[in-house]
């Protein structure tokens, strides 16, 4: 079985992320791939390691998301290709979908396309639905545990994970496939996985190369900004007793009128 | 006629959503400039009752469609009635609220229709003729501002960041039945099942929020039964500590949230996490338990009204975002502070 596994690179979650001259910046903290897509990786792991076939990563960004490509290949997938061009570090979910859409028919033969439900950088959370929208295959998004997969039948059943409960969904192969945290914790990368990443070539695709021309996006950001300063007094609560500083500390937030 | 600014009106098994009316305030700021009125979507099985109550909330015009292919949520034939519908009319924006169904159904929107999605946005203005949407970015450590060249604009709205506007029994739109244009067997997905969470406030609807961290199980005082081993013992107390935390989150009305920490180590579900790889969330009140407030954390809760922290370490980054602070032991604070809302509230 084909699968394809889409990633992202992204600032590490622990870095804090501010605006200096209008630019956003991490300081010297790591991009890392985006977390959420190291349980889209696990995923399609899982599924190769039941059902044989081969794992292709695929990241569309800047020359940094070689790097966002290595852990994948260091986690087990077996290729790993790079779509880049000029531009495209502004590309909107629309023309990120499109590209990845087309990359995904190239490839040929793809029977499960995995995503992470959103990246941490722009938290849009629509580029697998998007995708699957240009490919008219079942989107499936927010899974949290596939119950079925059989490539034989063409066959998948999952669980969604949605505001009231788990739903329970089935579709046809191919599909596209958004996996929340619930799927299951991602393996680290293995010593000789990485070792055999470090040396893996990576091949570059441009948009053109997948037979997309249209990469100007219809969103843009025009201004970012630091979020605005609360002026905060904290005030601490002390007292006698527990009780007694419990009681303080309700009064003082019921006059806060926010109950 | 159709109007420039069109919401979605997100139902669930016939019922609209909580957050579901908040579009309509959204929208009205929006048609102050944009001029005309607003137009709502309602679709599913039974959704009449939901269309009605769209014309007392404000909806000048509504579009409902009633089909059995719809009773249950599928993005793909949502998304394609409203695309539908909105190549006929034109529309300069559609606003969804930021719900699972919100987001998926303008994502396949902005595809059929070769324009943008701007989600989860905060606050909104017209510039030029533009929507300038206000929306948080990385998880809430930075805001940015959004605009969207091709049309109609596609809007999510964070639950919560628009306040419902209040209905009027007298309200006086019209409602319009529209058909479904896709067949059952042309839907990629069918909906097989289903399991309901149990009961209690999700995170996303809560207007008060208790949390705990991975200082829920750090009792030393508390005394595990006989023969459980270091971890089941851990596990053991960070239940006896997030029974309090339920208590208290129970007698506010509000959710029950957690920490990355808490989460990871196996003391809640993931659906309680709230921060940057788990839920955003602005609630009036926040009070913080046993949480250190890791960055990723207060990313996730920084735009709460009121924040509280409860900690036994005085030096916990949580109390410098804080309103109120008590350094203190959650297994001695948290009982008596549920006994005196319960009092206070009952006066």
């Known amino acids: 079985m084909k699968i394809v596994v889409c990633v992202k690179q992204v600032p590490d979650t622990a870095a804090k992320v501010v605006v200096e001259d209008g630019r956003v910046t991490w300081g010297d903290a790591p991009l890392v791939i985006n977390p959420w897509d190291e349980y889209a990786v696990e995923t399609a792991l899982l599924q190769q390691e039941t059902h044989g076939g081969d794992v292709t990563a695929i990241c569309l960004g800047g020359e940094e998301g070689r790097e966002a490509l290595k852990h994948a290949l260091a986690m087990g997938c077996g290729n790993a290709i790079l779509i880049t061009g000029p531009g495209l570090e502004k590309a909107d979910s629309l023309v990120t979908a499109r590209i990845l859409a087309s990359a995904i028919q190239k490839i040929g033969d793809v029977e499960a396309a995995f995503f992470g439900r959103q990246a941490i950088d722009g938290d849009v959370g629509v580029t697998a639905a998007q995708t699957a929208r240009f490919l008219r295959w079942p989107s499936l998004t927010l899974v949290s545990a596939i119950d079925e997969l059989d490539p034989a039948s063409k066959s998948i059943k999952v669980e969604r994970s949605v505001e009231e409960g788990r739903q329970v969904v089935e579709g046809k192969l191919p599909a596209v496939i958004s996996v929340v945290k619930d799927i299951g914790e991602p393996r680290y990368p293995s010593f000789m996985g990485i070792r055999k990443a470090s040396r893996a070539e990576i091949p570059v695709w441009s948009p053109t190369d997948v037979g997309v021309e249209a990469t100007e996006p219809v969103v843009t950001w025009p201004e970012i900004s630091n979020p605005p300063q609360k002026e905060i007094v904290t005030e601490m609560i002390t007292g006698d007793s527990p009780e007694e500083i419990a009681d303080t500390l309700a009064k003082k937030i019921l006059e806060e009128k926010v109950l | ?347």
């Open chain 2, 1 to 347: 006629m159709a109007d420039k600014v069109w919401v979605y009106i997100d139902q669930y098994q016939g019922e609209a959503i909580p957050a579901a009316w908040e579009v309509i305030s959204a929208a009205r700021l929006l048609t102050e400039q944009l001029g005309g009125g607003v137009t709502a979507f309602v679709a599913g099985s039974a959704v009449q009752q939901v269309a009605e109550e769209a014309v007392q909330y404000g909806a000048d015009l509504v579009y409902v469609c009633e089909n059995d292919t719809l009773g249950e949520f599928r993005a793909e034939p949502f998304a394609s009635l409203l695309s539908s519908l909105a190549k006929e009319h034109q529309p300069e924006v559609i606003l969804f609220p930021t719900t699972s169904r919100g987001r998926e159904l303008a994502a396949m929107v902005a595809v059929d229709m070769g324009t943008g999605v701007m989600p989860d946005v905060t606050a909104l203005e017209i510039k030029d003729g533009d929507v300038v949407a206000t929306r948080p970015v990385y998880g809430g450590k930075l805001i940015s501002k959004a605009v969207c060249s091709a049309r109609p604009q596609l809007i999510t709205t964070r639950v919560r960041a628009f306040s419902p506007p209040d209905p009027d029994p007298a309200g006086s739109g019209t409602i319009e039945q529209v058909s479904a244009i896709i067949p059952e067997d042309e839907i990629l997905t069918k909906i097989s099942g289903y399991s309901e969470s149990a009961g209690g406030v999700t995170l996303n609807d809560a207007a008060v929020i208790v949390s705990g961290g991975r200082g829920v199980s750090n009792n030393a005082s508390l005394e595990p039964p006989a023969g459980l081993d270091e971890h089941d013992a851990e596990i053991w107390k960070a239940q006896q500590g997030f029974k309090l935390i339920g208590d208290l989150a129970e007698v506010l009305g509000g959710a029950v949230g957690a920490s990355r920490a808490a989460v990871d180590a196996g003391y809640v579900p993931y659906n309680h996490q709230v921060g940057q790889t788990g839920k955003v969330v602005s609630p009036d009140l926040y009070i913080a338990c046993g949480i250190s407030g890791a960055i990723q954390h207060q990313a996730g809760m920084r735009t709460s009204k009121v924040i509280v922290a409860i900690n036994k370490d005085a030096e916990a980054p949580i109390f410098k975002m804080a309103r109120f602070g008590v350094v203190g032991d959650l297994f001695d604070i948290l009982p008596p502070l549920t006994e005196a809302f319960k009092s206070r509230l009952a006066a």
